[in-house]
């Protein structure tokens, strides 16, 4: 069974920097995309981060230049350094991957993590 399990996030003061993890597990045979996605409350969720297997990297307008994804290809995990955050940051963030099972005749499904927070607040 493939499962997304993050880590990282917390409270910090505006200006300051968390760093996310999210590691893949389970019986893997390929990850395509990875990514993080973030939804702040009343509003829906959107796409932070995404970086290709071959290190290709799209970011969110609001995002460009403080946050930097990252992935190790070899450990299945992928990170996301945020530096500069503001208040409007602040959202659950979710890890998102592109998965292809091991197992005879799976097919590649998007996996999601089960989220973790992150409050900028001063």
């Not at 590649?108 to 973790?116: A, E, I, R, V």
């Amino acid at each position: 069974q493939v499962q997304l399990v993050e880590s990282g996030g917390g409270l910090v003061q505006p200006g300051g920097s968390l760093r996310l993890s999210c590691a893949a597990s389970g019986s893997i045979l390929r990850i395509n995309n990875m990514g993080w996605y973030r939804q702040a409350p009343g509003k829906q969720r959107e796409l932070v981060a995404v970086i290709s297997s071959g290190g290709i990297t799209t970011y969110a307008d609001s995002v460009q230049g403080r946050f930097t994804i990252s992935r190790d290809n070899a450990k299945n995990t992928v990170n996301l350094q945020m530096n500069s955050l503001k208040f409007e940051d602040t959202a659950v963030y979710y890890c998102n991957a592109v998965i292809t099972p091991r197992a005879y005749g799976s097919k590649s499904s998007s996996y999601w993590g089960q989220g973790t927070q992150v409050t900028v607040s001063s």
